[in-house]
């Protein structure tokens, strides 16, 4: 059964939690997948680790932590240090070159680019960096459309925000592809 | 048409399960991993003509739901570790007075505050015998969201069928995790009304056994008016030391539960056919013991997996049976061995009991269990 891991980490307020659940969301209610989100962090409400899973399958879930990860997001260093050694051979790491100056080696591929500085100068605001990362998963792991994808961005997020999201979307899937290519 | 469906916690689920059951009322006092269950009924009760209380601490909050249950409410409270402590005189003075409820108790790290943020399984004992004395508990253990939803709707209609409090105890996975569940139709999960009384006030006793072992309870400000208290009682509830009623009302309290422990107990078996290793699991630990089986049938190994849904009463038969025919237990949990000790009761010692216990926060993952069942192969 095809069963497919992923995990967004980073540091707590960085809004990872919600990009895990939006992509877990996307999976199960709008692409006919089946999708399990968990998540830990410490007691602090901004900074310490923070990190949430997603596995998406075809069929049940069982065990709903990450065994073997097919793809992580890693926006600081600490957490690409942490959790690269057990990404899955041939799977993929996207890391926020800014944050991430030293790029963990194995075989997977690893993708790049200033996720924080999209969000702030292309996209305009700081705080949609989270979505601007989710927009780029989207991209680099294939488990949803994009259509769908941005249907669950737009189901999660305020109306007053949501051209802002749906820019910051665009803009990280955009960005990745050209980044991986 | 098509059933109402959505991704959310387990937490958020339970609330939602409530409010199919009919709860209407709530008495808490938010505490990590469990405060989610009441911030949605802080939003949904109100629209329901529920009321929402956040008390002064978890003792006034069980105090509040026995008080609302007394008036016909159907009455839940939610909390962790630490308030399940809290909470244990008021759940032992349900217990005696025979009063509805539910209690869904996420469960943290401990004792004390341990580790709010991190996953456990250590309150099941607690909720056995943590209030002090005898008495029946139901406790039951969900591994999914959507059983997050369906465990609280059933535990409602345990608590009426059966009237005592009765918990509902996810691990912090379970209850944070996001899945998607589908609300359920009306009918689809059973909701047992509270049964009332047939006669009249001035003939009515809260206890009358001439009813059976789960006696009518009349709702205050029905027109019926009765004595309740936390000591031991007569049939129409005042207080007594007779030796003979409080032996007979104590064993009483215990067989409501016994008695029907095949109509309570809940489980699912797993490729229990052939299994010659079985896991014993539940709630989150369920889930790796299911990947587990399955990675070891793929080595060739004849596992299977029994799921405990009801936790309390034990399910004895189903694992005596067991015990009787295969080759050993392998039993993970998020404590140091709480229903360890259940399961070497009822193997008597027939078949070894091999335990993975971990309480550092972190989940037990398949890979132990598939190395434990190695062990008695």
């Known amino acids: 059964m095809s069963r497919y891991e992923l995990r967004f980490s980073g540091a707590g307020g960085q809004g990872l939690i919600t990009a895990g659940i939006i992509m877990a969301k996307a999976a199960s209610i709008y692409e006919g997948k089946q999708a399990v989100q968990s998540q830990s962090y410490g007691p602090e409400a901004r900074g310490g680790a923070s990190k949430s899973e997603v596995i998406i399958s075809d069929g049940p879930i069982d065990y709903p932590k990450v065994t073997q990860c097919d793809a992580l997001l890693a926006m600081t260093q600490e957490a690409a240090n942490k959790y690269s050694h057990d990404l899955k051979e041939g799977g993929v790491l996207l890391i926020d070159s800014d944050l991430v100056t030293n790029i963990p080696a194995g075989?997977?591929?690893?993708?790049?680019?200033?996720?924080?500085?999209?969000?702030?100068?292309?996209?305009?605001?700081?705080?949609?960096?989270?979505?601007?990362?989710?927009?780029?998963?989207?991209?680099?792991?294939?488990?949803?459309?994009?259509?769908?994808a941005e249907k669950a961005v737009l189901s999660s997020v305020p109306e007053a925000f949501i051209e802002l999201n749906k820019t910051a979307f665009s803009m990280g899937f955009e960005k990745a592809l050209a980044a991986s290519a | 048409m098509a059933k109402k469906v959505a991704f959310m916690q387990g937490n958020e689920a339970a609330a939602h399960g409530a409010l199919y059951a009919g709860c209407n009322f709530f008495g808490g006092y938010p505490i990590t991993p469990s405060t989610e269950v009441s911030e949605v009924l802080s939003i949904e009760l109100p629209k329901v003509g529920g009321k929402f209380i956040q008390m002064e601490d978890e003792i006034g909050a069980m105090a509040a739901c026995l008080g609302a249950s007394l008036t016909g409410a159907k009455a839940l409270t939610s909390t962790s570790g630490p308030g399940l402590s809290l909470k244990q005189e008021l759940i032992g003075y349900g217990c005696i007075a025979e009063i509805p409820c539910v209690v869904f108790n996420v469960m943290r790290g401990g004792p004390s505050t341990g580790m709010p943020t991190g996953p456990s399984q250590s309150d099941v004992m607690c909720a056995k015998w943590g209030t002090h004395g005898d008495h029946a508990t139901i406790a039951l253990m969900p591994a999914s969201v959507q059983e997050c939803y369906d465990m609280v709707a059933e535990a409602f209609s345990l608590a009426e069928k059966y009237r005592m409090p009765v918990h509902v105890l996810p691990d912090e996975i379970i209850a944070h995790m996001r899945e998607r569940i589908e609300f359920r139709e009306p009918g689809e999960i059973e909701i047992t009304p509270r049964k009332a009384p047939t006669v009249p006030p001035e003939q009515y006793k809260p206890y009358d056994t001439s009813f059976g072992d789960v006696p009518p309870l009349a709702n205050f400000g029905s027109g019926y008016r009765y004595h309740v208290t936390g000591l031991n009682k007569m049939q129409d509830g005042f207080p007594t030391t007779k030796a003979e009623i409080v032996q007979a009302e104590e064993e009483r309290q215990v067989r409501k539960v016994d008695a029907c422990i095949d109509d309570i107990v809940t489980f699912e078996e797993y490729m229990l056919d052939d299994a010659e290793v079985v896991v014993v699991a539940y709630g989150s630990t369920s889930r790796s013991a299911r990947y587990a089986v399955n990675a070891a049938r793929e080595q060739g190994i004849n596992a299977g997996m029994f799921r405990i849904k009801t936790f309390w009463p034990f399910p004895d038969k189903q694992i005596k049976a067991l015990a009787a025919k295969v080759k050993g237990f392998i039993i993970p949990e998020m404590n140091l061995g709480m229903c360890s000790i259940e399961l070497e009761r009822c193997a008597q010692g027939k078949i070894p009991v091999l335990g993975i216990f971990r309480v550092d926060g972190e989940p037990i993952n398949p890979e132990q269990i598939v190395e434990k069942i190695k062990e008695v192969k």
């Open chain 1, 107 to 148: 075989n997977f591929k690893t993708v790049a680019f200033p996720i924080i500085n999209t969000a702030k100068n292309d996209v305009g605001r700081e705080i949609v960096a989270n979505i601007v990362a989710l927009g780029a998963m989207v991209a680099l792991t294939g488990q949803v459309s994009r259509e769908n």
